[in-house]
C-alpha cells in the first residue's frame, strides 16, 4: 500500500520561502509521477508541480513558474517542493501524490496534505 507524507508546511511572511518535503513509501516509484497539489477554501484542487521520473520532466501551473521548484530522490521515494517569493495567494493546504502515468490523478495516491499560510 502506498503512503505518501507530507511535511514543512507552516506560517510565512510574503516573499519568504518554505520547502516541502513528501515521502513515500510501500513500494518502488520508478515509472511514476509525483506532484504537488493544492486547495485552498472555497477553491478547486490546484496542480502545482509535477515530476515524472521516468525521464525528469517537470511540470508547473503559470501562477508558480519561476518561484516554485520540484525536486526529488526517485531511489528514496521522496519528493521536495522548493516554494519562493511566496504570496498570501499561495495560501492552501498542499497535498504530494503519485500515480503512473497511464492512469492519471484521479486514481492516484495522496498524502494527507500539509498547510501552508502566507501572511501579507
Known amino acids: 500500500q502506498v503512503q505518501l507524507d507530507e511535511s514543512g508546511g507552516g506560517l510565512v511572511q510574503a516573499g519568504g520561502s518554505l520547502r516541502l518535503s513528501c515521502a513515500a513509501s510501500?513500494?518502488?516509484?520508478?515509472?511514476?509521477?509525483m506532484g504537488w497539489f493544492r486547495q485552498a477554501p472555497g477553491k478547486e484542487r490546484e496542480n502545482v508541480a509535477v515530476i515524472c521520473w521516468s525521464d525528469g520532466s517537470t511540470l508547473y501551473a503559470d501562477s508558480v513558474k519561476g518561484r516554485f521548484t520540484i525536486s526529488g530522490d526517485n531511489a528514496k521515494g521522496t519528493v521536495y517542493l522548493q516554494m519562493s517569493s511566496l504570496k498570501p495567494e499561495d495560501t492552501a493546504v498542499y497535498y504530494c501524490?503519485?500515480?503512473?502515468?497511464?492512469?492519471?490523478?484521479?486514481?492516484?495516491?495522496w498524502g494527507q496534505g500539509t498547510q501552508v499560510t502566507v501572511s501579507s
Open positions: 501524490a503519485a500515480t503512473l502515468p497511464k492512469t492519471g490523478w484521479d486514481r492516484a495516491s
Open positions: 510501500g513500494r518502488t516509484f520508478s515509472g511514476y509521477c
